[in-house]
């Protein structure tokens, strides 16, 4: 029984290198490949952080297991070892962690630069948001401009409106505006590592390019109310000259009054 704690404390850290081994393969992981350019650099970060955290993990873990054994098999005559303390131990696990924050805080800055700073965006994508994406409960509500013309941050007369489903070009820098008309929400689409919050009272950037044409889920990653489990929408990524279709289709239908054209009707 000595012994036994030894064995528990070795015994986590297997199972938890045997989960992440077999994570991928069950769906437990991020959807994989990301689909879109920041992807594959937000999955590196994640990656680096996660070897260091794993190395520090199985170390602690192994050399607890390692101290329980020792005392375990110690003869019942041995005495213990008492320490009030080293300078120098205490001196070596500042100055690691403070390296290791320090690579890590390093490292990631370009890429959070390409992510959260505006000048870092992409020119192309820069140039005019594709959509406005408003946030409420419990749904997404899409602006876009009229073909034509660009959209402005305030809606105007012709504007075109939908709910949960966004259109935009794949293979593309695009920028949309992200809103949120009451409490606090959070955009997020999974395969392409997309997240931010929408913040009231604020218009926030948000850039992608997305490799290849598809539909990406969208979901809601900030508890937002009794609904926040059903605030999901579609982003579909086509060329641009089917997205510019999509807005005729759709302003085509917004103006539609239900009055059948003269011509038409004799």
């Given at each position: 029984m000595k012994k036994f704690w030894a064995i528990f404390f070795w015994f986590w850290p297997l199972v938890a290198l045997w989960l992440c081994?077999?994570?991928?393969?069950?769906?437990?992981?991020?959807?994989?490949?990301?689909?879109?350019?920041?992807?594959?650099?937000?999955?590196?970060?994640?990656?680096?952080?996660?070897?260091?955290?794993?190395?520090?993990f199985i170390g602690t873990q192994f050399a607890l297991g390692y101290a329980l054994w020792k005392g375990a098999t110690k003869g019942s005559g041995d005495k213990a070892w008492f320490s009030h303390g080293s300078h120098k131990l205490e001196i070596i696990w500042t100055i690691v962690p403070a390296f290791i924050?320090?690579?890590?805080?390093?490292?990631?800055?370009d890429v959070l630069a390409e992510i959260r700073v505006i000048s870092h965006f992409p020119k192309e994508a820069r140039k005019a948001p594709?959509?406005?994406?408003?946030?409420?409960?419990?749904?997404?509500?899409?602006?876009?401009?009229?073909?034509?013309?660009?959209?402005?941050?305030?809606?105007?007369?012709?504007?075109?409106?939908?709910?949960?489903?966004?259109?935009?070009?794949?293979?593309?820098?695009?920028?949309?505006?992200?809103?949120?008309?009451?409490?606090?929400?959070?955009?997020?689409?999974?395969r392409l590592r997309v997240k931010q919050d929408a913040v009231p009272g604020l218009i926030i950037p948000v850039w992608f390019e997305i490799?290849?044409?598809?539909?990406?889920?969208?979901?809601?990653?900030?508890?937002?109310?009794?609904?926040?489990?059903k605030m999901k929408a579609r982003i579909i990524a086509e060329t641009p000259e089917q997205v510019q279709a999509y807005l005729s289709r759709l302003e085509q239908e917004q103006n539609e009054d239900g009055v059948a054209d003269e011509q038409s009707s004799q």
């Open positions: 081994a077999v994570a991928p393969a069950n769906n437990w992981w991020f959807p994989s490949p990301p689909l879109s350019t920041l992807g594959h650099q937000i999955d590196g970060l994640f990656y680096l952080i996660l070897i260091i955290v794993a190395v520090t924050l320090v690579f890590i805080s390093l490292t990631q800055l594709a959509a406005e994406v408003m946030a409420r409960q419990f749904e997404w509500r899409i602006r876009y401009a009229r073909p034509g013309t660009e959209l402005m941050n305030e809606p105007r007369p012709g504007d075109l409106y939908y709910v949960n489903e966004v259109h935009v070009p794949a293979v593309q820098p695009t920028m949309i505006n992200l809103r949120t008309q009451d409490v606090q929400h959070a955009f997020f689409v999974p490799e290849q044409a598809g539909e990406y889920e969208l979901l809601c990653a900030e508890l937002c109310g009794w609904g926040h489990y």
